[in-house]
């Protein structure tokens, strides 16, 4: 029998090519756009299975699977988003999947919870699929405010590529609710922009706005680890060597230190 082990993340594929299957079906999509989608759920189906035999664990909590459909959702949004590079798409759609994904979010969080199944693997599952939904967002928009919205989405990916050049960037982070806030906000801000309801100036204000923020929030997170790099403890000089006195050699008074004298015997007695 295939061990959960390998059914759990092939399940993602199945749903991943189910989505593209209702998209193509409904709004359509392109060949580019399979190919994204696909490639997509490829990368997610090999790195769930990656962190799973790294976890140790057999398969996938109740929070998993429901991160597990925000990312295909996420996948089809990448679709929708290559698409849209080449022809108009229906925008309508790409904002439903994504607010449903982002609506998703919140709802794997109070699952692990409640089931008592939060894990460090979930945690970052969760996270991968934020930071690519908030990426492939900002290549839909950059059409409508400029190519500076990229900054947004490759931050994440920035820090994670500091980490490998500089050693304290690897530390572990404590829980910060204020950093999930941030990470909503983006999510919610592209999305709202995505939907083309704002003018461009106020469309561009709200992403710097959204911008700021989230320098503050890596910022804080840099400098925490900073403060808290783990520092090389100090050389030790080498002793001075020490050769052995000769036998019967009186070692020579030195002014300020007095040496013990050994009671003599006496007639066999110590005095």
Sequence with gaps: MVSALRTDPF?????????????????????YGWLAGLLF??????????????SGADRLGPADWVTLTRATLTGGVAALTVDSFREPIVVPVL???SAVALSLDWVDGQV????GTVSAL????????????????CGYVADQVGAWVLVIGAMRYVFVAAGGVLPW????????????VVAATQGIALAVVAAGVLPRPLAVAVLLGALALLVESFGRDVGWLWRHRVRPAPRALPAAPVSPAPAGHRPEWTPGVRIARQPAEVGGRHR
């Design 11 to 31: 399940a993602g594929a199945i749903l991943q090519v189910g989505v593209l299957a209702a998209l193509a079906g409904t709004v359509g999509l392109s060949a």
């Design 41 to 54: 759920g490829v990368v997610t189906v090999a790195a769930l299975g990656y962190g799973l035999r790294r």
């Design 95 to 97: 904002v439903v999947l």
């Design 112 to 115: 692990a919870r409640r089931t």
């Design 122 to 137: 979930g945690a970052r599952f969760d996270m991968e699929v934020d930071s690519f939904l908030v990426l492939v967002l």
């Design 169 to 180: 960037m690897r530390g572990s982070l404590p829980p910060r609710y204020w950093r999930k």
